[in-house]
C-alpha cells in the first residue's frame, strides 16, 4: 500500500504519520519526489482504515500495491533512482558503459584494457577473478589474485571496478571493489542476497538463465530489503529454443522494467549473444531502447582469452562500438 501525500506536507507531518503506521505493526519506506511524498506501507496493510486515512489532510489518495515487490516497485518510488558509483551515476538520464575482460588474466593485460576502455569513453572497469563455469575443468578465475591486479588497474587509470562476488566470506577481499556483481546463476542465491543487502555497496544484479522479471525484481527486493537500495539490473540473455546465438536477448526487458521499477537497468550483448559480430548492434538496439548504460566484455587478445573469448571485442572494436552508441542516444535525444 502507498500513501501519497499533499504538496506542501511537512517533514513533521510526514515523520508523525509513519510513526503512526510504525505503531501499527507496518514499516514505513518514504521516497521524496519534486511535487510529491510516497510513503510505502510493508507488513500486513489489512488493518489500515483508506477511508479514515484518506480523509486525513495531508493525504492525497492512498493505493494499494497488488505486486509482491515494493521496495522496487516505481508505485512506493515514481522518480528514477540514481546509482552513484564513486562519482559515476547510472540512471535516471544518466547513461554509462562498462568495459573489461571476462576473466582477469594478468597485470599487463587487466592494465592495457583498462587503459584502452577509459580511451573510448568507457566509465567503469569489470573484470572476473572468480569464475562459476559450467565446466569443472574449465578457468575458474585468479581469484584473490585477480581482485589485486583489478585494484591495480584501478589505482592506474581511476575507473570504477565491477566484479562478481560468488560468496559472501569473500567479501572482504571485494572491500576496494566498487560494485559486487550477481551473476546470473546467482540470482536466487536468497541467502547471498540477504548478506549484500547488508552492506552498502552498489549491486548489478544479473537475470538468471530461466528467470521471469518478476523473479528479477523479487530477487532486488531480497537486497532492498535488508537496506540496500543502490542496485542495478541487468538483463544479459535468457535461454530459448534459438541455437544461433548463445542466449537470447530479452530488450523488450528494458521498457517493462522501467515501467515497472525505478531502478536503472543495463544491457549485457555479450553474453546475451555469445559472438563478437553481434555485440555492437545489439549495443545500438539497447541504446535506442532506452537502457541506462552496457555491459561490455573486452579482451587484447580474443583469440587467445582464458574465458569467453568469441564474445570479446578487441579494444578497436569497442572503440567503434561505443561511439556509434553515443550517435544513437544523440539521435533519439
Known amino acids: 500500500m502507498i500513501a ?6 511537512t517533514p513533521e507531518q510526514r ?3 509513519c510513526k503512526w503506521f510504525e505503531g501499527m505493526g507496518l514499516s514505513c519506506h518514504v521516497s521524496q519526489g519534486e511535487f510529491h511524498t510516497i510513503i510505502g506501507l510493508i507488513g500486513d496493510v489489512s488493518k489500515v482504515d483508506i477511508e479514515m486515512l484518506e480523509s486525513l489532510s495531508i493525504v492525497e489518495r492512498v493505493t ?16 528514477p533512482t540514481v546509482v552513484d558509483v564513486s562519482g559515476v551515476k547510472i540512471g535516471g538520464g ?36 572468480f569464475k562459476p563455469r559450467t565446466s ?19 589505482k592506474e587509470t581511476g575507473l570504477p571496478l565491477v ?21 546470473a546463476r546467482n540470482m536466487q542465491n536468497f541467502d547471498l542476497l540477504k548478506e549484500l543487502g547488508r552492506c552498502r555497496k552498489p549491486i548489478l544484479l544479473k537475470r538468471g538463465l530461466a528467470n521471469t522479471l518478476k523473479e528479477l525484481l523479487m530477487s532486488a527486493e531480497y537486497i ?14 535468457i535461454r530459448t529454443f534459438e541455437t544461433y546465438t548463445r542466449n537470447t536477448l530479452d530488450l523488450s526487458a528494458v521498457p517493462v522494467l522501467h515501467e515497472l521499477t525505478h531502478l536503472p537497468v543495463i544491457i549485457d550483448p555479450s553474453h546475451s549473444t555469445g559472438y563478437s559480430r553481434y555485440v555492437a548492434p545489439m549495443s545500438y ?19 587467445h582469452a582464458l574465458c569467453d573469448g568469441a564474445q570479446s571485442l578487441t579494444p578497436e572494436q569497442f572503440d567503434a562500438a561505443a561511439r556509434k552508441v553515443r550517435a544513437v542516444r544523440e539521435a533519439l535525444a
Not at 569443472?136 to 584501478?154: D, M, N, S, T, V
Not at 540496500?228 to 541487468?234: A, R, T
Open 224 to 237: 532492498m530489503a535488508g537496506g540496500n537500495e543502490n542496485v542495478i539490473l541487468c538483463e544479459r540473455g
Open 64 to 79: 494499494r500495491i497488488s505486486d509482491p515487490f515494493k521496495k522496487a516497485n516505481r508505485k512506493f518510488h515514481e522518480e
Open 4 to 9: 501519497v501525500l499533499k504538496n506542501g506536507t
Open 163 to 183: 566484479s562478481e562476488i560468488m560468496n559472501i566470506n569473500d567479501l572482504d577481499l571485494f572491500a576496494e571493489v566498487d560494485v559486487l556483481q550477481v551473476g
Open 15 to 17: 515523520d508523525s504519520l
Open 94 to 129: 544518466h547513461f554509462q558503459i562498462i568495459a573489461g575482460p571476462c576473466s582477469v588474466e594478468s597485470h599487463e593485460q587487466i592494465v592495457s584494457i583498462a587503459k584502452a576502455v577509459k580511451a573510448s569513453g568507457a566509465t567503469m572497469l569489470r573484470g572476473g577473478a
Open 136 to 154: 569443472p575443468y574449465a578457468f575458474q578465475g585468479l581469484r584473490g589474485e585477480g581482485i589485486g591486479l583489478l585494484l591495480e588497474a584501478k
Open 285 to 303: 538496439a539497447a541504446a535506442a531502447a532506452g537502457a541506462d548504460g552496457l555491459i561490455i566484455e573486452v579482451h587484447n587478445d580474443p583469440a
